[in-house]
């Protein structure tokens, strides 16, 4: 992340904990893009206190701007999960070879992953988060190491099959 222009969807609790974790990790500007403006701006002011964060409406030519000038885009919202879902954006807009992230991990590819991999892209999908989340509860919750070798094998045989 350090030094990566990062451009988030969503604005919710999710989109709060990966914002700050993008900053965190180094990011020299996070954008935030939100359908609701104002609560895009909560989460913005909230972040911005870590680093540089910007925060736009989810308008299409504010996306198409945006994305030529990123080289990470990360999905927080629930768009993707069901296969009646509208797209987010337009996602020919994506740019050749960049890192896509979406923190859905079922279904394992979500059209915005599949879009971003049809451009050569990285895609990740939150199946790694959510295995990192249970680790970590796991070792609160027992004082002992997580299985996380386990832990995966066994998300991915009960989500994937």
Known sequence: LEGKRVTMFGAGGAARAVGYAVLKGGAKFLNIVNRNFSRGKEVGE???????????????????????????????????????????????LIPEGITVVDIIYNPPETPLLAAAKKKGCKAINGLGMLLWQGAFAFEIWTSRKAPVDVMRRVLEEELYG
């Open 46 to 92: 909230l972040l911005g206190r870590r680093g540089n964060v910007l925060v736009f409406p989810l308008k299409e030519e504010t996306v198409a701007t945006l994305l030529k000038d990123t080289d990470i885009i990360i999905n927080t919202t629930s768009v993707g999960m069901k296969p009646e879902d509208p797209s987010l954006f337009d996602y020919s």
